[in-house]
């Protein structure tokens, strides 16, 4: 878990800076008045705790149990060790398998831990499901289609090139 949490900070970096360094800064433009703050906003431990136990869990709640029925499935599916008798599941092929399933596929990242479990489970190495954890949460279609519309073809390369080498090298 503190691999993946320095892993993906050093991806988040890397990518920043690769996008800073060939993408050119954005023109200055003219504002909107800021919002007023509301003078009456609820303070205290109260709206606290609303926000971690309702709003938080409630936004997470439904991708927790995606990926815990998930991860049921592949374990009542995949026999156990199944990927250990698997050749290509070793080393970089694997990784690259992973890579081309979790791209494209939409897995949160709270998600993506029930389902990396039962992969080492079923005998995934701990490296491919790093490829996994990384890469899953990072990109999918979706998310391709908003970076290229808000931020352009050039920042798409470089997301999409991030996260999918800097995946591998951590796996």
Known sequence: ????????????????????????????????????????????????????????????????????????????????????????????????VVLAIAVPLYVCTTGSVPIAASLIASGLPA???MVFLMAGPASNVATFGAVYRTLGRTVLVIYLGTVTLMSLLFG
Not at 34 to 47: C, D, K, S, V, Y
Not at 60 to 83: E, K, M, R, S
């Open 127 to 129: 490296g491919s499901v």
């Open 1 to 96: 878990a503190i691999f993946k949490l320095f892993a993906a900070f050093v991806t988040g970096l890397i990518g920043g800076l690769l996008v800073n360094r060939w993408t050119e800064p954005d023109l200055p433009t003219a504002r909107a008045p800021a919002a007023r703050i509301e003078e009456h906003a609820e303070r205290g431990l109260r709206p606290v705790l609303r926000y971690a136990v309702i709003d938080l869990l409630g936004a997470i709640d439904l991708w927790i149990l995606a990926g815990v029925l998930i991860a049921a499935l592949l374990n009542v599916l995949l026999p156990a060790d199944y990927f250990a008798a698997q050749e290509w599941s070793r080393g970089i092929l694997g990784m690259l």
